[in-house]
């Protein structure tokens, strides 16, 4: 089973469809620091990033630094039109103290996560098996140079991520690249494939489509959609959702 959430696969019924989380893009970890990886690469390295960076002045202080994101949602006509369903869209806070100078800083980094899902059949049996989800992330920009390390991660590393948070899912393999816009800029999205349980010597084919991190205004978001590879059209819908967002915070 996964680490804090049920997995994605998991088999549901129509009640239960919108009672779980769906999916979340790779930026969660065990403990408090739910929402961002706490290693090399996540959201909050952009501490260690701005201690070595020179800019000293952002971590030393006494008060907490708080780093706030905007969400980036999709439409409710898009939803109707692919079948999703709003699951949720919640704040997802990360709190950590840094050492810089001499002196401790708490940091407190409010992302936006955006959850979409949709329950499917597969093998006769119903399952919460596509999935749509985007993750806000505070950019963090001074003098014109952003801090968070989210903006640098390509799909595969995106993807990976993504599968170490789940115990019944592996074997990724890339089945391509294509170029989806996403909130208006032409975005690179790893096209990837993985074998996911489903129950005990059951499994199946699953595909993933994982966006880079796009710069909405002074956030990064980053998009996220699965399903069973043996399901039709799905891919159409995945592609309409990334299309379709729209960021909060952006002009």
Same mark, same amino acid.
């Given at each position: 089973?996964?680490?804090?959430?049920?997995?994605?696969?998991?088999?549901?019924?129509?009640?239960?469809?919108?009672?779980?989380?769906?999916?979340?893009?790779?930026?969660?970890?065990?403990?408090?620091?739910?929402?961002?990886?706490?290693?090399?690469?996540?959201?909050?390295?952009?501490?260690?990033?701005?201690?070595?960076?020179?800019?000293?002045?952002?971590?030393?202080?006494?008060?907490?630094?708080?780093?706030?994101?905007?969400?980036?949602?999709?439409?409710?006509?898009?939803?109707?039109?692919?079948?999703?369903?709003?699951?949720?869209?919640?704040?997802?806070?990360?709190?950590?103290?840094?050492?810089?100078?001499?002196?401790?800083? !708490?940091?407190?980094?409010?992302?936006?996560?955006?959850?979409?899902?949709?329950?499917?059949?597969? &093998?006769?049996?119903?399952?919460?098996?596509?999935?749509?989800?985007?993750?806000?992330?505070?950019?963090? !920009?001074?003098?014109?140079?952003?801090?968070?390390?989210?903006?640098?991660?390509?799909?595969?590393?995106?993807?990976?991520? &993504?599968?170490?948070?789940?115990?019944?899912?592996?074997? &990724?393999?890339?089945?391509?690249?294509?170029?989806?816009?996403?909130?208006?800029?032409?975005?690179?999205?790893?096209?990837?494939?993985?074998?996911?349980?489903?129950?005990?010597?059951?499994?199946?084919?699953?595909?993933?489509?994982?966006?880079?991190?796009?710069?909405?205004?002074?956030?990064?978001?980053?998009?996220?959609?699965?399903?069973?590879?043996? &399901?039709?059209?799905?891919?159409?819908?995945?592609?309409?959702?990334?299309?379709?967002?729209?960021?909060?915070?952006?002009?």
């Amino acid at each position: 089973m996964t680490r804090g959430i049920a997995p994605w696969w998991a088999p549901a019924t129509d009640h239960e469809a919108h009672t779980a989380p769906p999916l979340t893009p790779a930026h969660a970890t065990k403990g408090t620091q739910t929402g961002v990886p706490a290693g090399r690469g996540g959201t909050l390295a952009l501490g260690g990033a701005l201690a070595t960076s020179g800019c000293l002045g952002v971590i030393a202080g006494e008060e907490p630094l708080e780093l706030s994101a905007s969400a980036a949602t999709v439409p409710a006509a898009t939803l109707a039109e692919t079948g999703f369903a709003e699951y949720r869209v919640e704040p997802v806070e990360v709190r950590r103290e840094f050492d810089a100078a001499g002196e401790t800083r !708490e940091v407190v980094v409010t992302n936006q996560l955006a959850q979409y899902d949709k329950s499917v059949t597969v &093998l006769g049996e119903r399952i919460r098996g596509a999935v749509f989800a985007a993750l806000s992330t505070p950019a963090v !920009e001074i003098a014109d140079r952003t801090f968070n390390p989210v903006g640098d991660l390509g799909t595969r590393e995106l993807a990976e991520r &993504l599968l170490a948070r789940y115990d019944g899912i592996g074997d &990724l393999r890339s089945a391509g690249e294509e170029t989806v816009t996403v909130l208006g800029t032409d975005t690179p999205v790893g096209l990837f494939t993985a074998d996911a349980t489903v129950a005990d010597g059951v499994s199946v084919q699953v595909t993933l489509h994982v966006a880079e991190a796009v710069r909405a205004g002074p956030d990064f978001v980053v998009a996220v959609g699965g399903y069973p590879s043996v &399901l039709t059209g799905q891919e159409t819908d995945v592609r309409a959702m990334m299309r379709a967002l729209v960021h909060e915070g952006s002009a």
